[in-house]
């Protein structure tokens, strides 16, 4: 919950999924600042949720880019690395080898999920591949975000305005979303806007009316569901654990549900179902 500076209470869910095989940092920088710079948005105050979840997104490149920015994810970085903790998939360091290329906003970012309700109305802003879906109780899904993919026809034209191109669904070869928070290489042409940029950091910022009959809302990366199963089926097996198992916590039914769509045998699905996966569920409405 945030305060809400003249309105009633205000919920924030967010989350951030780290773009393999880096990118645990910037989605901890973004975490960590997110919520207390939306509070400090002007917008937000006014109660212009649309236009302050969408700078404050801009803001947080902009904080990534500074030299506090910098300092403060180095930092991040030796946590982690003091842990023991590298992201899947990260090069390992061979002896004699050349050093890895540097963890930074320059190198890696992030995707990002952000749902706020206030009023029963649900703001959704997306940055990147990550779904906000709404189910209703008879199971039927409401997609709220659209993926940002190089291939898609609006996105595929800005690359190119910008002087880059799609190569094999991937902005110049790379990165296999358009949007990110962090990928600061991509952001460096200055005759240009945030949004103008090969990678964007703008979210598309949607609102809903949490009507009658709608109960959960689901957020969660593309590996939850661009896996083994549909979205349909994603959703529909929420509600049926939900019914299965009333008593149980919402985490309970998370571990179900990445359960259900992992893959039980990357070699025989072709790596479907083996992405990284992150999944918040939420309880809006029943008895």
Do not use: W
Request: net charge neutral; aromatic share 4%; glycine share 12%.
């Amino acid at each position: 919950m945030l305060p809400s500076s003249g309105f009633s209470t205000v919920t924030v869910v967010k989350l951030f999924a780290a773009i393999l095989p880096v990118g645990r940092d910037v989605a901890e920088f973004v975490r960590k600042h997110f919520p207390s710079e939306l509070l400090k948005n002007s917008a937000y105050r006014s109660g212009n949720f649309k236009q302050a979840l969408s700078t404050t997104c801009t803001r947080m490149d902009a904080m990534l880019r500074s030299e506090l920015g910098r300092r403060e994810l180095r930092t991040i970085v030796k946590g982690f690395t003091s842990q023991h903790v590298s992201p899947v998939g990260s090069p390992k360091k061979v002896p004699g080898s050349p050093e890895p290329p540097a963890r930074d906003a320059f190198s890696e970012g992030c995707t990002a999920n952000v749902v706020l309700i206030h009023n029963r109305t649900l703001y959704s802003a997306n940055v990147g591949d990550s779904k906000t879906v709404l189910i209703a109780s008879n199971g039927v899904a409401v997609e709220l975000t659209k993926d940002h993919k190089p291939g898609e026809e609006g996105e595929a034209a800005r690359i190119g305005r910008a002087g880059g191109s799609v190569i094999n669904g991937r902005v110049n070869g790379d990165l296999n979303v358009s949007r990110t928070l962090g990928d600061l290489r991509y952001k460096s042409d200055k005759s240009l806007g945030a949004g103008e940029q090969l990678i964007s950091p703008l979210p598309d910022v949607t609102a809903q009316s949490l009507a009658d009959g709608i109960e959960y809302v689901l957020i969660g990366s593309d590996g939850v569901f661009g896996g083994t199963k549909s979205l349909q089926e994603v959703t529909e097996f929420v509600t049926k654990d939900r019914r299965a198992h009333p008593e149980d916590e919402l985490s309970g039914t998370v571990e179900r549900l990445l359960d259900f769509v992992i893959s039980p045998n990357c070699v025989q699905t072709g790596g479907v179902g083996g992405d990284n996966m992150t999944c918040i569920l939420l309880r809006v409405g029943g008895p």
